[in-house]
Protein backbone atom coordinates (compact mmCIF):
# COMPACT_ATOMS: atom_id res chain seq x y z
CA UNK A 1 0.00 0.00 0.00
CA UNK A 2 1.41 3.66 -0.70
CA UNK A 3 0.89 6.28 1.70
CA UNK A 4 -1.50 9.07 0.23
CA UNK A 5 -2.48 12.38 1.32
CA UNK A 6 -5.50 14.51 -0.33
CA UNK A 7 -5.22 18.05 0.01
CA UNK A 8 -7.14 21.19 -2.03
CA UNK A 9 -6.79 25.28 -2.65
CA UNK A 10 -10.69 26.03 -3.34
CA UNK A 11 -11.51 22.93 -4.42
CA UNK A 12 -8.86 22.21 -7.14
CA UNK A 13 -7.59 19.03 -5.42
CA UNK A 14 -4.36 16.95 -5.79
CA UNK A 15 -2.85 13.50 -4.60
CA UNK A 16 0.60 13.36 -2.87
CA UNK A 17 2.40 10.50 -2.86
CA UNK A 18 6.44 10.20 -1.37
CA UNK A 19 8.56 10.36 -4.42
CA UNK A 20 10.50 7.53 -2.99
CA UNK A 21 7.70 5.13 -2.23
CA UNK A 22 6.64 5.66 -5.82
CA UNK A 23 10.02 4.78 -7.35
CA UNK A 24 9.36 1.94 -9.89
CA UNK A 25 5.61 2.71 -11.05
CA UNK A 26 5.00 4.64 -13.61
CA UNK A 27 3.38 7.69 -13.01
CA UNK A 28 1.54 8.68 -15.58
CA UNK A 29 -0.55 5.40 -15.65
CA UNK A 30 -0.63 6.11 -11.42
CA UNK A 31 -1.85 9.19 -11.85
CA UNK A 32 -4.66 8.25 -13.89
CA UNK A 33 -5.62 5.29 -11.68
CA UNK A 34 -5.33 7.61 -8.36
CA UNK A 35 -7.07 10.65 -9.46
CA UNK A 36 -9.97 8.74 -11.29
CA UNK A 37 -13.55 10.05 -9.41
CA UNK A 38 -14.82 6.94 -9.45
CA UNK A 39 -12.53 4.05 -9.21
CA UNK A 40 -9.90 5.92 -7.88
CA UNK A 41 -9.48 8.82 -5.29
CA UNK A 42 -10.33 11.43 -6.93
CA UNK A 43 -8.29 14.66 -7.90
CA UNK A 44 -7.23 17.27 -10.52
CA UNK A 45 -3.65 15.91 -10.22
CA UNK A 46 -1.07 13.49 -8.87
CA UNK A 47 2.20 15.33 -7.07
CA UNK A 48 5.11 12.94 -6.29
CA UNK A 49 6.96 14.74 -3.80
CA UNK A 50 10.06 15.01 -1.10
CA UNK A 51 10.23 16.70 1.60
CA UNK A 52 13.84 17.52 3.43
CA UNK A 53 14.68 18.00 7.19
CA UNK A 54 15.36 21.16 6.86
CA UNK A 55 11.59 21.67 5.35
CA UNK A 56 12.31 22.55 1.30
CA UNK A 57 10.35 20.55 -0.77
CA UNK A 58 10.59 18.60 -4.01
CA UNK A 59 7.31 18.45 -6.22
CA UNK A 60 6.29 16.91 -9.84
CA UNK A 61 2.73 17.00 -11.14
CA UNK A 62 1.16 14.78 -13.42
CA UNK A 63 -2.35 15.82 -14.36
CA UNK A 64 -5.74 13.93 -13.95
CA UNK A 65 -5.12 12.58 -17.27
CA UNK A 66 -1.39 11.20 -16.82
CA UNK A 67 0.52 13.43 -18.37
CA UNK A 68 2.74 15.26 -16.65
CA UNK A 69 2.61 19.18 -16.00
CA UNK A 70 5.76 21.99 -15.00
CA UNK A 71 3.16 23.66 -12.31
CA UNK A 72 0.28 24.52 -10.48
CA UNK A 73 0.06 27.31 -8.05
CA UNK A 74 -2.60 25.97 -6.10
CA UNK A 75 -1.03 22.12 -6.43
CA UNK A 76 2.37 24.27 -4.57
CA UNK A 77 0.19 25.69 -2.12
CA UNK A 78 -1.05 22.44 -1.38
CA UNK A 79 2.13 20.94 -0.84
CA UNK A 80 3.44 23.95 1.20
CA UNK A 81 0.46 23.14 3.38
CA UNK A 82 1.09 18.94 3.53
CA UNK A 83 4.55 20.25 4.61
CA UNK A 84 3.48 22.44 7.48
CA UNK A 85 0.85 19.78 8.06
CA UNK A 86 3.70 16.98 8.66
CA UNK A 87 5.75 19.76 11.07
CA UNK A 88 2.76 20.07 12.83
CA UNK A 89 1.92 16.32 13.58
CA UNK A 90 5.74 15.61 14.47
CA UNK A 91 5.75 18.14 17.03
CA UNK A 92 8.14 20.27 14.93
CA UNK A 93 8.23 23.73 14.92
CA UNK A 94 6.32 25.99 12.14
CA UNK A 95 8.00 27.02 9.17
CA UNK A 96 7.62 31.18 8.28
CA UNK A 97 8.47 30.02 4.77
CA UNK A 98 8.48 27.25 2.23
CA UNK A 99 10.56 26.62 -0.20
CA UNK A 100 9.73 24.19 -3.14
CA UNK A 101 11.65 22.75 -6.20
CA UNK A 102 9.66 22.69 -8.80
CA UNK A 103 10.08 21.82 -12.73
CA UNK A 104 9.45 25.63 -13.13
CA UNK A 105 12.25 26.61 -10.52
CA UNK A 106 12.22 27.40 -6.85
CA UNK A 107 9.09 28.89 -5.58
CA UNK A 108 9.06 30.55 -2.18
CA UNK A 109 5.95 30.79 -0.05
CA UNK A 110 5.60 32.73 3.05
CA UNK A 111 2.61 31.22 5.55
CA UNK A 112 -0.12 34.29 6.06
CA UNK A 113 -1.80 32.48 8.47
CA UNK A 114 -3.53 28.99 10.09
CA UNK A 115 -6.48 27.94 11.14
CA UNK A 116 -6.73 23.87 12.10
CA UNK A 117 -5.55 22.34 8.78
CA UNK A 118 -5.87 25.32 6.44
CA UNK A 119 -2.83 27.23 5.86
CA UNK A 120 -2.96 30.43 4.06
CA UNK A 121 0.46 31.61 1.80
CA UNK A 122 1.50 34.53 -0.10
CA UNK A 123 4.17 33.09 -2.79
CA UNK A 124 6.24 34.91 -5.36
CA UNK A 125 5.56 32.91 -8.45
CA UNK A 126 8.12 34.87 -10.71
CA UNK A 127 7.09 37.14 -14.02
CA UNK A 128 5.43 36.21 -16.38
CA UNK A 129 6.96 35.71 -19.80
CA UNK A 130 6.51 36.33 -23.33
CA UNK A 131 2.79 38.43 -22.78
CA UNK A 132 0.85 39.22 -25.89
CA UNK A 133 -2.55 39.81 -27.48
CA UNK A 134 -3.26 37.04 -30.49
CA UNK A 135 -6.10 36.35 -32.28
CA UNK A 136 -7.02 32.27 -32.28
CA UNK A 137 -9.52 30.91 -34.42
CA UNK A 138 -11.28 27.89 -31.93
CA UNK A 139 -14.62 25.99 -32.62
CA UNK A 140 -15.62 28.01 -35.29
CA UNK A 141 -14.97 31.29 -33.28
CA UNK A 142 -12.51 33.90 -33.57
CA UNK A 143 -11.20 35.35 -30.09
CA UNK A 144 -8.67 37.84 -29.38
CA UNK A 145 -6.52 36.08 -26.37
CA UNK A 146 -3.64 37.06 -23.85
CA UNK A 147 -1.00 34.15 -24.51
CA UNK A 148 1.52 34.23 -21.56
CA UNK A 149 3.63 32.07 -19.29
CA UNK A 150 3.73 31.48 -15.88
CA UNK A 151 5.31 28.72 -15.26
CA UNK A 152 3.02 26.70 -17.36
CA UNK A 153 1.13 27.74 -20.45
CA UNK A 154 -1.86 29.94 -20.27
CA UNK A 155 -4.30 31.57 -22.55
CA UNK A 156 -6.84 34.03 -21.12
CA UNK A 157 -9.92 35.86 -23.26
CA UNK A 158 -11.26 38.30 -21.83
CA UNK A 159 -14.53 38.73 -22.16
CA UNK A 160 -17.79 41.02 -21.78
CA UNK A 161 -19.72 37.93 -20.15
CA UNK A 162 -18.50 34.79 -18.86
CA UNK A 163 -19.71 32.06 -21.40
CA UNK A 164 -22.56 29.89 -20.88
CA UNK A 165 -21.54 26.44 -19.93
CA UNK A 166 -22.11 24.71 -23.67
CA UNK A 167 -20.21 27.89 -24.91
CA UNK A 168 -17.10 27.25 -22.26
CA UNK A 169 -17.52 23.01 -23.28
CA UNK A 170 -17.05 24.02 -26.22
CA UNK A 171 -14.41 26.85 -26.35
CA UNK A 172 -12.43 25.47 -23.44
CA UNK A 173 -10.74 22.12 -25.14
CA UNK A 174 -10.78 23.48 -28.49
CA UNK A 175 -8.32 26.36 -26.88
CA UNK A 176 -6.51 23.66 -24.69
CA UNK A 177 -5.78 21.38 -27.38
CA UNK A 178 -5.29 23.88 -30.01
CA UNK A 179 -2.38 23.56 -32.60
CA UNK A 180 -0.75 26.91 -31.88
CA UNK A 181 0.32 25.38 -28.44
CA UNK A 182 2.75 22.69 -28.68
CA UNK A 183 2.23 21.03 -25.50
CA UNK A 184 -1.02 22.46 -24.66
CA UNK A 185 -2.20 24.82 -22.74
CA UNK A 186 -4.34 26.01 -19.82
CA UNK A 187 -7.12 28.20 -20.72
CA UNK A 188 -9.17 31.29 -18.88
CA UNK A 189 -12.06 33.22 -19.59
CA UNK A 190 -11.85 36.33 -17.48
CA UNK A 191 -14.20 39.45 -16.82
CA UNK A 192 -13.59 42.57 -14.90
CA UNK A 193 -16.37 43.50 -12.88
CA UNK A 194 -14.17 46.06 -11.40
CA UNK A 195 -10.12 47.35 -11.74
CA UNK A 196 -9.86 45.20 -8.80
CA UNK A 197 -12.00 42.39 -9.49
CA UNK A 198 -12.11 39.73 -11.92
CA UNK A 199 -13.94 36.80 -12.48
CA UNK A 200 -13.20 33.85 -14.35
CA UNK A 201 -13.92 30.10 -15.69
CA UNK A 202 -11.15 27.81 -16.20
CA UNK A 203 -10.46 25.03 -18.58
CA UNK A 204 -7.13 23.32 -17.33
CA UNK A 205 -4.95 21.17 -19.78
CA UNK A 206 -5.06 17.79 -18.42
CA UNK A 207 -7.77 18.41 -16.27
CA UNK A 208 -10.76 19.91 -18.03
CA UNK A 209 -12.48 22.40 -15.69
CA UNK A 210 -11.63 23.50 -12.86
CA UNK A 211 -12.76 24.99 -9.22
CA UNK A 212 -9.75 26.99 -9.30
CA UNK A 213 -6.44 27.50 -10.22
CA UNK A 214 -3.27 29.25 -9.18
CA UNK A 215 -1.66 29.85 -12.16
CA UNK A 216 -4.67 30.29 -13.78
CA UNK A 217 -5.47 33.18 -11.47
CA UNK A 218 -2.10 34.83 -11.94
CA UNK A 219 -2.27 34.78 -15.50
CA UNK A 220 -5.82 35.95 -15.79
CA UNK A 221 -4.77 38.87 -13.39
CA UNK A 222 -1.75 39.82 -16.16
CA UNK A 223 -3.98 39.84 -19.27
CA UNK A 224 -6.58 41.69 -17.30
CA UNK A 225 -3.70 44.24 -16.20
CA UNK A 226 -1.49 44.38 -19.35
CA UNK A 227 -4.94 44.40 -21.67
CA UNK A 228 -7.64 45.31 -20.31
CA UNK A 229 -7.14 48.26 -17.62
CA UNK A 230 -7.23 46.25 -14.40
CA UNK A 231 -5.54 47.31 -11.49
CA UNK A 232 -1.85 45.42 -10.00
CA UNK A 233 -3.69 43.90 -7.34
CA UNK A 234 -6.75 42.14 -8.31
CA UNK A 235 -9.06 39.47 -6.41
CA UNK A 236 -9.70 37.21 -8.89
CA UNK A 237 -13.07 34.85 -7.82
CA UNK A 238 -13.52 31.46 -9.86
CA UNK A 239 -16.01 28.73 -9.02
CA UNK A 240 -13.84 27.85 -6.03
CA UNK A 241 -13.44 31.50 -4.25
CA UNK A 242 -11.06 34.49 -4.20
CA UNK A 243 -7.14 34.31 -4.71
CA UNK A 244 -5.10 37.68 -4.90
CA UNK A 245 -3.03 38.48 -7.45
CA UNK A 246 -0.50 41.34 -7.38
CA UNK A 247 1.56 41.71 -9.94
CA UNK A 248 4.83 44.04 -8.83
CA UNK A 249 8.32 44.96 -10.59
CA UNK A 250 9.92 41.89 -9.37
CA UNK A 251 7.03 39.23 -10.21
CA UNK A 252 3.33 38.30 -9.53
CA UNK A 253 2.47 37.06 -6.19
CA UNK A 254 -0.46 34.74 -5.06
CA UNK A 255 -2.39 35.04 -1.69
CA UNK A 256 -5.21 32.21 -0.82
CA UNK A 257 -5.31 28.81 1.33
CA UNK A 258 -4.88 25.11 0.97
CA UNK A 259 -5.94 22.62 3.54
CA UNK A 260 -4.88 19.14 4.12
CA UNK A 261 -8.31 16.89 3.87
CA UNK A 262 -6.48 13.40 4.73
CA UNK A 263 -4.18 11.35 4.93
CA UNK A 264 -4.25 7.16 4.43
CA UNK A 265 -3.21 4.74 1.98
CA UNK A 266 -4.02 3.41 -1.70
CA UNK A 267 -4.47 -0.39 -2.58
CA UNK A 268 -2.04 -0.28 -6.34
CA UNK A 269 -3.96 -1.59 -9.10
CA UNK A 270 -2.82 -4.51 -10.86
CA UNK A 271 -2.08 -2.65 -14.11
CA UNK A 272 -0.15 0.22 -12.20
CA UNK A 273 2.64 -0.85 -14.38
CA UNK A 274 6.52 -0.30 -14.06
CA UNK A 275 8.39 2.76 -15.38
CA UNK A 276 11.11 2.31 -18.60
Not at 109 to 114: D, G, I, K
Amino acid sequence: MLPLAKVHAYGNDFLFIPHDLAEGLDPQVLARQTCARYTGVGGDGLILYLIAPDGTARMRLYNADGSPSELSGNGLRCLAALVMHSRASAGEAPLSEVRVDTDAGWKTLWLVARAGGRYTFRAAMGPPTNVREEIIVAAGESLKVTTLGMGNPQCVALVDALPEPARFARLGPALATHPRFAAGTNVEFAHIELPNRVRILIWERGVGPTHASGTGACASAVAAIAHGGADRDVDVISPGGTQRVEWRDDGVYLTGWAEVVFEGHWVPQPDVGRSR
